[in-house]
């Protein structure tokens, strides 16, 4: 059990939805990522949060944003859904905000139909 | 930009041989971290190893052991005696930190090696 906590693990939902997906990082830990893994674009570095702050951002699209609460958990919010955004979005979290090793969540899988 | 290739998308072999797998990676900075991750079939990813640029030390951990050479712009893996639970896809990342100001943590993942180790 790497800590992380994702909720909820599975998820179905149609075309031009919204969702959220939730993350509470291990106790401690400052940073919060979202990775995005697919089998065409296998895994995706979406973004990182450092203590409620946005610090690096990847290759995520407009209609998807993501915050960090004051509680250090994080959610992702994806919005007008599209076939291709199915996929297993994982979370993961380190203690500072630096190149340190990541502690991954068992992640969401997403299904749009 | 960076990339990391594992040209190896799936190996099998059978319990006890060992086996290695290959990462190759590019990166425009002297400073940046590699990292190896494993996806058993359950799902999540488990941390493995992380080596900075400047450490060129072969590391050896168990069953495990990892050969890094710069000159070569290689981080490979190399499984000693191989078990079936050993089966799952192995990850191989890079982090530079200055693609993000030094202040960011973004790994680049390559595609993944799946390991199948049978009885």
């Known amino acids: 059990d790497s800590g992380v906590t994702q909720t909820p693990k599975h998820l179905i939902t149609a075309t031009g939805q919204r969702v959220t997906l939730r993350c509470s990082p291990r106790?401690?830990?400052?940073?919060v990522y979202w990775y995005q893994q697919s089998l065409d674009q296998g895994l995706q570095f979406l973004i990182q949060?450092?203590?409620?702050?946005?610090?690096a951002k990847g290759n995520i699209l407009e209609r998807f944003s993501a915050q960090q609460f004051p509680d250090l958990h994080s959610e992702l919010n994806l919005s007008s859904l599209e076939l291709g955004d199915s996929a297993l979005y994982f979370c993961?979290?380190?203690?500072?905000?630096?190149?340190?090793?990541?502690?991954f969540g068992s992640g969401t899988q997403l299904s749009v139909l | 930009a960076q990339k990391v290739t594992q040209a190896q998308t799936e190996i099998s072999v059978v319990e006890k041989e060992d086996v290695t797998l290959d990462c190759v990676y590019e990166?425009?900075?002297?400073?940046?971290?590699l990292f190896w991750y494993k996806q058993p079939p359950s799902g999540e990813l488990v941390f493995l190893i992380r080596?900075?640029?400047?450490?060129?030390q072969n590391e050896i951990s168990g069953r495990y052991s990892w050969n890094f050479q710069k000159s070569t712009s290689s981080f490979n893996f190399t499984i000693t005696a191989s078990q079936v639970v050993d089966s799952a896809v192995y990850f191989c990342?890079?982090?530079?930190?200055?693609?993000?100001?030094?202040?960011?943590?973004?790994?680049?993942f390559g595609g993944g090696t799946r390991l199948m180790v049978k009885p």
């Open positions: 993961a979290s380190s203690r500072g905000g630096g190149s340190e090793k990541l502690f």
């Open positions: 106790s401690g830990d400052l940073s």
């Open positions: 949060y450092y203590n409620g702050e946005e610090r």
């Open positions: 990166t425009r900075d002297t400073t940046y971290y």
């Open positions: 080596r900075n640029s400047f450490d060129e």
């Open positions: 990342a890079l982090s530079d930190p200055s693609d993000n100001n030094n202040a960011g943590n973004m790994l680049t």
